[in-house]
Protein backbone atom coordinates (compact mmCIF):
# COMPACT_ATOMS: atom_id res chain seq x y z
CA UNK A 1 0.00 0.00 0.00
CA UNK A 2 1.17 3.09 -1.17
CA UNK A 3 0.56 6.53 1.04
CA UNK A 4 0.28 9.52 -1.22
CA UNK A 5 -2.52 11.29 0.57
CA UNK A 6 -2.39 14.00 3.16
CA UNK A 7 -0.83 12.15 6.25
CA UNK A 8 -3.69 12.51 9.18
CA UNK A 9 -2.36 9.77 11.21
CA UNK A 10 1.27 9.62 12.45
CA UNK A 11 3.37 7.15 14.57
CA UNK A 12 6.68 7.80 16.71
CA UNK A 13 9.39 5.69 16.56
CA UNK A 14 12.95 6.84 18.02
CA UNK A 15 15.74 5.25 20.70
CA UNK A 16 15.57 5.24 24.12
CA UNK A 17 18.94 7.25 24.23
CA UNK A 18 17.02 10.57 22.70
CA UNK A 19 17.80 13.29 25.52
CA UNK A 20 15.33 16.18 24.80
CA UNK A 21 18.14 18.09 23.02
CA UNK A 22 16.44 18.91 19.96
CA UNK A 23 12.45 18.86 20.87
CA UNK A 24 12.30 22.05 18.86
CA UNK A 25 12.79 20.22 15.78
CA UNK A 26 10.58 17.48 16.80
CA UNK A 27 8.17 20.63 17.65
CA UNK A 28 8.48 22.01 13.76
CA UNK A 29 7.64 18.54 12.97
CA UNK A 30 4.41 17.95 14.45
CA UNK A 31 3.36 21.44 14.08
CA UNK A 32 4.11 21.20 10.22
CA UNK A 33 2.49 17.71 9.69
CA UNK A 34 -0.78 19.61 11.37
CA UNK A 35 -0.83 22.41 9.35
CA UNK A 36 -1.16 19.48 6.49
CA UNK A 37 -3.92 17.90 8.09
CA UNK A 38 -2.16 15.48 10.32
CA UNK A 39 -4.42 14.76 13.32
CA UNK A 40 -3.61 11.46 15.02
CA UNK A 41 -0.69 11.03 17.01
CA UNK A 42 0.24 7.31 18.26
CA UNK A 43 3.14 6.78 20.63
CA UNK A 44 4.43 3.45 22.28
CA UNK A 45 5.48 5.39 25.62
CA UNK A 46 9.28 3.92 25.60
CA UNK A 47 11.36 6.28 27.69
CA UNK A 48 13.74 8.76 25.27
CA UNK A 49 11.93 9.98 21.93
CA UNK A 50 8.65 8.60 22.63
CA UNK A 51 7.84 10.61 25.78
CA UNK A 52 9.42 13.60 23.99
CA UNK A 53 7.01 12.71 20.86
CA UNK A 54 3.78 12.35 23.49
CA UNK A 55 5.02 15.99 25.63
CA UNK A 56 5.43 17.78 22.01
CA UNK A 57 1.67 16.51 20.72
CA UNK A 58 0.18 16.74 24.31
CA UNK A 59 1.20 20.86 24.49
CA UNK A 60 -0.10 21.68 20.91
CA UNK A 61 -3.52 20.03 22.01
CA UNK A 62 -3.88 23.68 23.71
CA UNK A 63 -3.50 24.63 19.86
CA UNK A 64 -5.70 22.81 17.85
CA UNK A 65 -8.30 20.64 20.01
CA UNK A 66 -8.99 18.09 17.67
CA UNK A 67 -5.33 16.38 17.99
CA UNK A 68 -5.46 12.64 19.38
CA UNK A 69 -2.61 11.38 21.03
CA UNK A 70 -2.80 7.20 21.28
CA UNK A 71 -0.73 5.29 23.41
CA UNK A 72 0.48 1.88 22.35
CA UNK A 73 1.43 0.21 25.36
CA UNK A 74 3.20 -3.12 25.20
CA UNK A 75 1.52 -4.12 28.94
CA UNK A 76 -0.02 -2.41 31.96
CA UNK A 77 3.50 -2.86 34.27
CA UNK A 78 5.66 -1.57 31.53
CA UNK A 79 6.41 1.97 33.59
CA UNK A 80 7.93 0.17 36.33
CA UNK A 81 11.45 -0.49 34.68
CA UNK A 82 11.85 3.19 34.13
CA UNK A 83 13.26 6.25 36.31
CA UNK A 84 11.41 8.46 38.53
CA UNK A 85 11.15 11.46 35.79
CA UNK A 86 10.36 9.48 33.31
CA UNK A 87 7.76 7.49 35.25
CA UNK A 88 5.92 10.54 36.35
CA UNK A 89 6.41 11.87 32.40
CA UNK A 90 4.75 8.46 31.62
CA UNK A 91 1.92 9.02 34.28
CA UNK A 92 1.26 12.40 33.16
CA UNK A 93 1.11 11.59 29.57
CA UNK A 94 -1.20 8.42 30.37
CA UNK A 95 -3.63 10.80 32.36
CA UNK A 96 -3.64 13.23 29.13
CA UNK A 97 -4.43 10.68 26.19
CA UNK A 98 -6.93 10.19 24.36
CA UNK A 99 -6.82 6.51 23.68
CA UNK A 100 -4.29 3.64 25.46
CA UNK A 101 -4.40 0.51 23.85
CA UNK A 102 -2.36 -2.19 25.73
CA UNK A 103 -0.74 -4.84 24.06
CA UNK A 104 -0.55 -7.81 26.53
CA UNK A 105 -1.32 -8.44 29.63
CA UNK A 106 2.27 -8.81 30.90
CA UNK A 107 5.72 -9.14 29.23
CA UNK A 108 6.59 -11.77 26.81
CA UNK A 109 9.40 -12.50 24.05
CA UNK A 110 8.49 -10.25 21.11
CA UNK A 111 5.94 -7.97 22.81
CA UNK A 112 8.09 -4.53 21.74
CA UNK A 113 7.84 -6.12 18.21
CA UNK A 114 4.52 -6.42 18.70
CA UNK A 115 3.68 -2.90 20.34
CA UNK A 116 5.49 -1.66 17.40
CA UNK A 117 3.76 -3.42 14.50
CA UNK A 118 0.43 -2.45 16.11
CA UNK A 119 1.88 1.76 16.06
CA UNK A 120 2.69 1.70 12.15
CA UNK A 121 -0.46 -0.35 11.15
CA UNK A 122 -3.21 1.97 9.59
CA UNK A 123 -0.63 5.03 10.09
CA UNK A 124 0.04 7.47 6.92
CA UNK A 125 3.66 8.32 8.15
CA UNK A 126 5.96 7.33 10.57
CA UNK A 127 8.36 9.99 12.13
CA UNK A 128 11.42 8.62 13.45
CA UNK A 129 14.68 9.39 15.93
CA UNK A 130 16.70 6.70 13.89
CA UNK A 131 21.06 6.79 14.18
CA UNK A 132 20.88 4.07 11.53
CA UNK A 133 22.08 1.08 13.06
CA UNK A 134 20.13 -2.36 14.41
CA UNK A 135 17.46 -1.96 16.89
CA UNK A 136 13.57 -1.51 18.00
CA UNK A 137 13.45 1.63 15.93
CA UNK A 138 15.23 -0.37 12.91
CA UNK A 139 12.82 -2.61 12.94
CA UNK A 140 9.70 -0.24 13.13
CA UNK A 141 11.21 1.63 10.36
CA UNK A 142 11.70 -1.03 8.30
CA UNK A 143 8.21 -2.48 8.93
CA UNK A 144 6.80 0.53 8.13
CA UNK A 145 8.65 0.72 5.02
CA UNK A 146 8.06 -2.88 3.93
CA UNK A 147 4.24 -2.14 4.56
CA UNK A 148 4.87 1.22 1.93
CA UNK A 149 4.24 4.05 5.07
CA UNK A 150 6.83 7.00 4.02
CA UNK A 151 8.99 7.22 7.11
CA UNK A 152 10.59 11.08 7.69
CA UNK A 153 14.04 10.38 9.81
CA UNK A 154 14.66 13.69 12.38
CA UNK A 155 18.16 12.01 13.61
CA UNK A 156 20.50 14.94 13.13
CA UNK A 157 18.30 17.28 11.20
CA UNK A 158 18.76 15.23 7.91
CA UNK A 159 17.08 12.43 6.48
CA UNK A 160 19.47 9.03 6.38
CA UNK A 161 19.19 6.56 3.38
CA UNK A 162 16.60 4.13 5.08
CA UNK A 163 18.17 1.01 3.14
CA UNK A 164 18.09 -1.58 5.87
Known sequence: ????????????????????????????????????GARIFRVGMAEGFDIAAAL????LKSKCEDIRLEL???????SLHMSDTD?????????????????AKEYYTGVYQDRNKRLVEGADM????????????SYTVSYARALGCPVKNLYDYQQLELEL
Open 1 to 36: MTHTHTPRTIAFTGHRSYNRTHDATVLDCVESLVAE
Open 126 to 137: VVAWWNGKPSGT
Open 56 to 59: VTLG
Open 72 to 78: YIPYPSF
Open 87 to 103: RRLYNEILNRADYVEYI
